[in-house]
């Protein structure tokens, strides 16, 4: 008669067996999904995608979304306010016109910022979205809701999703990379998490560059190491890894962790080859701005992901800004001044981006996202002193544009109301600028699902729509 298992194994069983569970098929790949190899979509799309995080929440009636009311209006009450939208509901000033000057660009006579000298150029490579709108004012959830498709921790990002459903082009490097600031503003809040796996493999969490020092710790080999010994290494944890994967019947978990250290063995040669910005050439690093002091750090990132891409990395997550209010796109205290420091940083790199990614033949296959995780109120924000200069949040409207991919260029879809209060026509909401960037790789977003605790989750919920005015 059996003793039955020991203590330690009803631990291991208990503990193995709930996440073997939750480890559910891909319903896309016939390698189960669990693995970084390169798979085709469900239809023809493109093959990467860089996503510009303006993060903060960028004024879309002082960036892309020109409201001459405003000037009618400056000044004056806002009568149909409802004062709880923002997230300072005891500091609402009157309606405020934008500071700045807006002007017809391109064949399509875009409205764009004087903020943007060189982005206005690109607009008919461009298709904008005037009738976005998210759910909370508040930052951390509308950073995870914007990131992972909800409100709340836990959840994986829309990088995680794109790398489970396509997997990498490029195996020695990760397939998802995120860049946050670089001038020691720190990370977006609710970190790490706004680029998190969740609850998929591990595998498709995204990598964030360090921004001092090496951009990917510990990638050199501990000194006195030779190539041999780490090989034979690695060879000893493959072999344990499957023992013990045999024992406890978890094998494609443990095939990923494996897979993960070999990624990083290919690492050691290939990643510092992709990040070396300084090898381009002279021109395409004037082209960026590498020599501007406004946006020379910003730049030095636009190049990266552009090296990243050509590489075959499936997605980059760019941010703009950083956690608090005056470091990044969050414009409280003083729009004009704010908005204008940080459209310095990152007109020209984006600019160049576009346009370098077309020379290169790299646009058509690469598709290419900007917005925030809100937009920001037509009233003033007044400050203690009575001062009425900045603005509040608004997660009722905002802009968001995107290009390459297919995407059709010079397009305006959507409105905002006559003051930029609210989404009017055309509405997208936050899920269905994940069905669309999703179908711009090839992805049905109702199809690309993963069953966790008992259901199958996909980035979209139960919702979204994918935005067909803008594609091709």
Request: aromatic share 8%.
């Amino acid at each position: 008669m059996s003793s039955g298992p020991t203590r330690r194994e009803l631990i291991q069983l208990g503990g193995y067996g709930a996440l073997a569970a939750g480890l559910g098929p891909n319903l896309l790949a016939s390698d189960g999904g669990q693995t970084m190899a390169s798979r085709a979509g469900h239809f023809g799309g493109a093959d990467r995608v860089i996503w510009i995080f303006m993060n903060g929440g960028p004024s879309q009636v002082d960036t892309f979304d020109y409201k001459p009311a405003l000037e009618r209006y400056d000044g004056k009450s806002y009568d149909d306010f409802d004062k709880l939208t923002g997230f300072f509901p005891e500091q609402v000033g009157p309606l405020m016109k934008s500071p700045f000057k807006f002007a017809r660009h391109g064949e399509s006579g875009t409205y764009m910022s004087e903020l943007f000298p060189h982005l206005s150029q690109r607009v008919d490579d461009m298709a904008f979205m005037y009738g976005c709108h998210a759910e909370s004012n508040n930052h951390s959830p509308a950073l995870l809701h914007m990131n992972t498709g909800m409100p709340r921790a836990g959840f994986p990002s829309v990088g995680s999703w794109v790398l489970y459903g396509r997997g990498s082009e490029n195996d020695s490097l990760p397939g998802f990379v995120v860049m946050t600031d670089t001038k020691g503003r720190g990370l977006p809040k609710g970190y790490a998490q706004n680029w998190s796996a969740g609850f998929l493999p591990g595998v498709f969490q995204g990598t964030a560059l360090a921004t001092q020092g090496d951009p990917i710790a510990n990638l050199i080999k501990p000194g006195g190491m030779s190539d041999a010994e780490q090989r034979r290494q690695l060879d000893l944890v493959r072999r344990m890894n499957e023992r013990h994967g045999r024992e406890v019947n978890l094998g494609s978990e443990l095939e990923a962790r494996t897979a993960s250290f070999e990624l990083a063995r290919k690492m050691q040669s290939s990643a510092p080859e992709a990040l070396d910005v300084d090898s381009e050439p002279a021109h395409i690093r004037e082209l960026y701005g590498l020599d501007d002091p406004r946006c020379k750090e910003f730049a030095r990132q636009c190049i990266t992901a552009r090296r990243l891409v050509e590489r075959g990395v499936r997605f980059v997550h760019l941010y703009s800004g950083g956690e608090e209010n005056q470091k990044s796109w969050d414009g409280h205290l003083n729009i004009e001044s704010h908005h204008r420091g940080f459209a310095g940083e990152f007109d020209r790199p984006v600019a160049a981006l576009l346009q370098d990614l077309k020379q290169r033949g790299l646009f058509d296959n690469t598709a290419v996202v900007c917005c925030g995780e809100f937009g920001r109120l037509p009233v003033a924000q007044k400050k203690p002193d009575g001062e009425s200069i900045g603005r509040d949040h608004n997660p009722d409207v905002f802009t968001a544009w995107m290009a390459g991919a297919g995407v059709k260029g010079g397009v305006h879809h959507g409105s905002s109301d006559e003051v930029g209060h609210k989404a009017a026509e055309g509405k997208v909401h936050v899920n269905d600028l994940h069905a669309t960037m999703l179908h711009l790789v090839g992805l049905d977003h109702e199809r690309l699902t993963y069953r966790y605790s008992g259901r199958d989750f996909r980035l979209t919920d139960v919702h979204g729509r994918v935005v067909k005015e803008i594609i091709a």
